[in-house]
């Protein structure tokens, strides 16, 4: 509300029915947010709000979203915990970051520890927690409580995420075979390797038919990033500095290197450090050449290197398109490996006497 304190819920009412048309007094001032639905006391994600608005008073509808956008978050009464649901006929992940301006107990979804970000330009850290919550097609799941303060006077930011499934999601076998992407020549790994923090079908943030089969490793920042096999450069981008687990860094912001090679999958390398970048777009680089440096730019409350590989895009689509997620698993002198969260690896496989964290 702009006449009035940013965020604060100044009151609800009920809707009968969707296309139902709303008379509603309000401050002089003051816009409205669209905070409720005809199946309860709902932040309209996906909701679009028409009609006219008055200085004193307001006039709307809701209309009712596509099936497949109507994953909505929900509060429940009290105000201390809030629930995502969802109605529409597709599953749906929603991710909801909040100031860590009070406490906040994570929910039936993945919990970023307290963490902070910053934005590009501007290194000033900012305290937040960041949940990931996947809806199937029905389902109202809790997101997190508060346990001390009100939902409604939280500064939230939230995004609703299409989960299109893959479809092999667990495969047997790998389909290709690739060298480790971090280290490389003349770069010993640390005493006991790598960690990996997320593996395929993470629940944070590995889900879904682009990229279910990723891996995060766990690395200082400056670690020399290689490619996992020869190919060309077909995108680089490495102009940002943004950090953190704000979900607006979900999608963007990030800086990566992108690998495309002949058997028709590509390799994505991200959160790359900010103008590390020593391959250009269009390169022939081999397996095992230096492409740049790991960092913790875009999605990342930590520095890690984000890689995944996809086939590339269906003919017809834009080149920059990704196809569906590819499993692989990392060559070594010992024995091809798949990399497991908990665990900590090296090029030669996982580290001895390293058990899961």
């Known amino acids: 509300a702009d006449g009035g304190e940013a965020g604060v819920l100044l009151s609800t009412c009920d809707v009968p029915e969707w296309n139902a048309e709303v008379n509603y007094e309000m401050p002089a001032g003051c816009n409205v947010q669209v905070l409720t639905s005809s199946s309860g006391n709902l932040l309209g994600a996906g909701t679009t ?3 006219d608005v008055d200085s004193d008073r307001i006039k709307w509808k809701l209309v009712k979203p596509k099936p497949e956008e109507a994953a909505q978050l929900g509060l429940e009464e009290g105000a201390t915990v809030l629930y995502a649901c969802n109605e529409g006929k597709k599953p749906a992940s929603l991710v909801v970051t909040i100031p860590a301006v009070c406490d906040a107990i994570g929910g039936d979804g993945a919990t970023i520890p307290k963490t902070w970000y910053t934005s590009d330009g501007d ?4 305290a937040i927690y960041t949940f990931v919550i996947h809806v199937g097609s029905g389902e109202w799941l809790r997101a997190f409580a508060l346990v001390r303060g009100e939902v409604s ?3 939230m930011a939230w995004s609703v995420i299409p989960n299109v499934p893959h479809p092999a999601p667990y495969p047997t076998t790998p389909v290709k075979l690739i060298g480790f992407p971090i280290g490389g020549a003349g770069f010993p790994a640390p005493a006991g390797g790598w960690r990996c923090g997320q593996g395929f079908e993470g629940g944070l943030t590995h889900f879904g038919f682009y990229n279910c089969h990723s891996v995060d ?9 290689v490619a996992a096999a020869e190919g060309r450069v077909t995108a680089v981008t490495q102009h940002h500095d943004r950090s953190g687990g704000h979900m607006a860094h979900l999608y963007s912001g990030y800086n990566q290197v992108v690998v495309a090679h002949p058997d028709g999958t590509e390799a994505c390398y991200l959160h790359l450090l900010k103008d590390s970048v020593v391959v250009s777009k269009g390169q022939q680089v081999k397996r095992g050449q230096h492409l740049a440096s790991t960092g913790s730019v875009g999605f990342a409350p930590w520095p890690h290197i984000h890689f995944q590989l996809n086939k590339s895009a269906p ?6 398109e990704l196809g569906e997620s590819v499993p692989f698993a990392f060559e070594s002198p010992r024995q091809a490996f798949v990399a497991v ?13 390293a058990p899961p964290a």
């Open 315 to 320: 003919k017809g689509r834009p080149a920059d």
């Open 217 to 225: 490793f766990e690395c200082e920042e400056g670690t020399p990033v």
């Open 153 to 155: 006077k939280l500064d």
């Open 49 to 51: 709000v028409v009609g």
């Open 123 to 126: 290194p000033t850290r900012e």
């Open 341 to 353: 969260a908990g665990y900590s690896y090296t090029a030669e496989g996982r580290a001895p006497d």
